[in-house]
C-alpha cells in the first residue's frame, strides 16, 4: 500500500486503495480509452470526498497535482470516468435513496450519485413515478454519471435530458468546500458574492464572466437545442430578474467543476402500459417518411433502426418475426413506435391511426396484439447482440454516438454520413431517436488493426465536422469527455472557448479536476491512452436498454 492510501485511510471512513488489480480494474470505462490511476478510494461520506479534494488541493498549493475523477459504474463512452490520479468511486457506498416525496404536483426524489438509474426507476415507479431520462445504459450507470453527462434516452425526445430534472445539488468544491445549489434571488447573490470563502469567488468570478460575455452567450448558446460541449450551462445560470443557479454548469461538467454528493430531481406520474408498433421496411426512406407521420400521435417514442443491425444479429443466429421463409432477405429498416398514455383506449386509438397512416405503405407491421411485449423490445434492442461481439475482430466501439442534428436536415445527413463511411471503408448502421433527434452509429473497428486505429480518431474528426455541417452537436446525448473534445471543439467558436475556459479556472485553478477531460488532447496523447483490447465484458450481464 502507498503511503498516501495508507495516510487517507486513517483520515476516511471509506477505503483507499493503491492495489495493482484494482487500479488495473478502474484503469478502463466504457470508452476505447486506458488510463490506470494511482489509487482508488470508495468514500462512505460525503465527508471522505472533502477530506480528499482538501488533501489535493494542499498538494497542488504546494506544486505537486493529484487528479480527483469522479465515477460510477464507469459506463462513461468517453473517458471521462478514467484518469491518473485518484479516482472516487460512489457505486460502492453512496448508493442510497434518500428521500422521495410522492405528494402530486411535488414530486421529487433526493438521492446519492452512485445509485444506479434503472434500480432508482424502478423504486420510484413503485410509487407511481419515474424519470423518463433514462439512458440506454440505465441498468448498470449511475445517476450521478447522468447528471454529469446530461444524458438522454429512448424517451428523451417527450422527457428531455436528465439535467432537465435535477433542481438542487450538493457539491464538493476543488477545495474541499461544500455548497449546495438552487436558484436565488438577486440579493442572496449579492451575498454570495460578498463571502471571503472558495465559493464567494466562484460567484463572483461566473457573474463576471456573464456580465462580461452576455452578448457572445446569447449568440452563440442556442438554448432550446441540446449541447453537452464545454459549459453551455452558462446560458441558463443567470435570469434577467437577476436570480442566480450554479446548477446548470454542473450538468454535463463531467466531474470538472466539482464532485456532486448528492442531487434532487423532480419526478414524472409513470404509465406502466404500453403500446408497440412496429414496421418493417425494404426501403429506409420508406420508413423515415413513417417515423414523420407519427410524429403527430405524440407516441413517447420513434426509433429508425437501420436494417443492417438486423443482417448483423442473423449471423450470430437472432431469428426475428419478419424474417420470414428466406433466409437471406436482408431487411432496409425497422420503425419502432411506442405509446404510453394512461388511458388504454386512447393508446388503441393512436395505434389504430398510426397503422392507418401506414396502410398504403408497402410494410409488415407488429402489434402487441399479435406479439409479446418482450417479443417486440427484442426487436429494438438489436444491439444487445451485435455490441457483445465474439471475437476481438468484430468490435463496435461507441466513438460517434449521441450525435444529432436539425430535423430539417436529417436527410441530407444520413446521405452524408453514407458517403462517410465510404470514405473510410467502414460499415455505419445508423440507430436514429426520431424524436429527440438522436443519432447512434457504431461503426465495426477493430483496434488490433494499426490501419483501423489510425482511422478512428480520424472519424471522430470527420464525423463531428459533418455533424456541425448539418446544424449539430456530436454530444447530445453525453459530453465529449476526453474522446470527442478536440473534435467537438474544432467546430466552436473560439471566443465561446475562450469562456468555457475561464469557467472551469474558476471553479478549478490548480487544475485538479478531471484533467484531460473537456480540454483539448493532442493525437499522441488519445493514440498512448488508446485499449486495444476494448470490449464491453464489465458490462456484458447487462442488456444496454434495460
Not at 452558462?234 to 470538472?256: H, M, W
Request: net charge neutral; proline share 4%; with cysteine.
Amino acid at each position: 500500500m502507498s503511503k498516501i492510501a495508507q495516510y487517507l485511510n486513517e483520515h476516511i471512513l471509506g477505503e483507499a486503495t493503491s492495489a495493482e488489480a484494482v487500479r488495473k480494474r478502474f484503469s478502463r470505462d466504457g470508452s476505447i480509452l486506458n488510463i490506470t490511476p494511482e489509487l482508488v478510494i470508495h468514500p462512505r461520506v460525503t465527508n471522505d470526498i472533502r477530506k480528499v479534494a482538501r488533501f489535493t488541493w494542499q498538494l497542488a498549493e504546494k506544486g505537486h497535482a493529484m487528479p480527483i475523477t469522479a465515477r460510477g459504474s464507469g459506463s462513461d463512452q468517453t473517458g471521462a470516468a478514467i484518469g491518473k490520479g485518484i479516482i472516487i468511486n460512489t457505486l460502492a457506498h453512496l448508493n442510497k435513496i434518500i428521500f422521495i416525496n410522492p405528494k402530486n404536483n411535488d414530486q421529487f426524489v433526493h438521492t446519492q450519485p452512485g445509485v444506479r438509474f434503472g434500480a432508482l426507476n424502478e423504486t420510484l415507479k413503485s410509487h407511481g413515478m419515474h424519470i423518463p431520462s433514462a439512458p440506454p445504459t440505465a441498468a448498470y450507470s449511475t445517476i450521478g454519471g447522468a447528471v454529469a453527462n446530461n444524458s438522454g434516452g429512448i424517451a428523451s425526445g417527450t422527457g428531455g435530458q436528465t439535467g432537465d430534472w435535477v433542481t438542487r445539488m450538493e457539491v464538493v468544491l476543488a477545495n474541499g468546500d461544500l455548497i449546495e445549489t438552487s436558484r436565488i434571488s438577486r440579493r442572496d447573490l449579492n451575498k454570495k458574492k460578498g463571502l471571503q470563502t472558495f465559493e464567494g469567488e466562484i460567484y463572483r468570478k461566473i457573474d463576471g464572466i456573464i456580465e462580461d460575455n452576455q452578448q457572445l452567450i446569447n449568440d452563440e448558446i442556442d438554448k432550446d437545442s441540446i449541447d453537452n460541449n464545454g459549459y453551455p450551462g452558462i446560458a441558463q445560470v443567470k435570469r434577467r430578474d437577476g436570480s442566480f443557479d450554479l446548477t446548470p454548469l454542473f450538468i454535463g461538467s463531467q466531474g470538472t467543476l466539482g464532485i456532486i454528493s448528492e442531487i434532487v430531481l423532480k419526478a414524472a406520474f409513470y404509465s406502466n402500459d404500453e403500446s408497440i408498433v412496429v414496421a418493417v421496411f425494404d426501403e429506409p426512406e420508406i420508413a423515415r417518411d413513417a417515423a414523420d407521420l407519427m410524429v403527430s400521435l405524440q407516441p413517447e417514442s420513434i426509433e429508425i433502426i437501420d436494417g443492417e443491425y438486423y443482417d448483423i444479429a442473423r449471423k450470430h443466429g437472432k431469428k426475428y418475426p419478419f424474417f420470414g421463409a428466406d433466409p437471406h432477405k436482408s431487411v432496409g429498416a425497422v420503425l419502432y413506435v411506442s405509446f404510453n398514455d394512461f388511458s388504454d383506449h386512447a393508446r388503441k386509438r393512436k395505434v389504430k391511426k398510426a397503422l392507418k397512416k401506414m396502410s398504403k405503405m408497402k410494410t409488415t407491421i407488429f402489434t402487441n396484439d399479435d406479439q409479446t411485449i418482450e417479443e417486440l423490445h427484442a426487436i429494438r434492442e438489436v444491439s444487445s447482440v451485435i455490441l457483445r461481439p465474439e471475437s476481438k475482430e468484430e468490435s463496435y466501439p461507441p466513438l460517434i454516438d449521441g450525435a444529432s442534428v436539425l430535423v430539417d436536415r436529417r436527410e441530407e445527413f444520413i446521405l452524408a454520413v453514407q458517403e462517410l463511411a465510404k470514405k473510410h471503408h467502414i460499415s455505419l448502421p445508423l440507430h436514429i431517436q426520431w424524436l429527440g433527434g438522436i443519432v447512434h452509429a457504431r461503426p465495426m473497428i477493430n483496434l488490433h488493426n494499426m490501419t483501423d486505429r489510425q482511422k478512428t480518431f480520424k472519424l471522430i474528426s470527420d464525423y463531428a465536422e459533418l455533424v456541425a455541417k448539418f446544424g449539430g452537436c456530436i454530444s447530445t446525448e453525453s459530453g465529449e469527455g476526453r474522446l470527442r473534445a478536440s473534435a467537438a471543439y474544432a467546430n466552436i467558436n473560439n471566443d465561446l472557448l475562450e469562456v468555457y475556459k475561464q469557467i472551469r479556472a474558476a471553479f478549478d485553478p490548480f487544475g485538479t479536476m478531471n484533467p484531460g477531460v473537456k480540454q483539448e488532447s493532442d493525437l499522441k496523447t488519445l493514440i498512448a491512452q488508446l485499449n486495444t483490447d476494448y470490449n464491453q465484458a464489465d458490462f456484458a450481464q447487462y442488456s444496454p436498454h434495460d
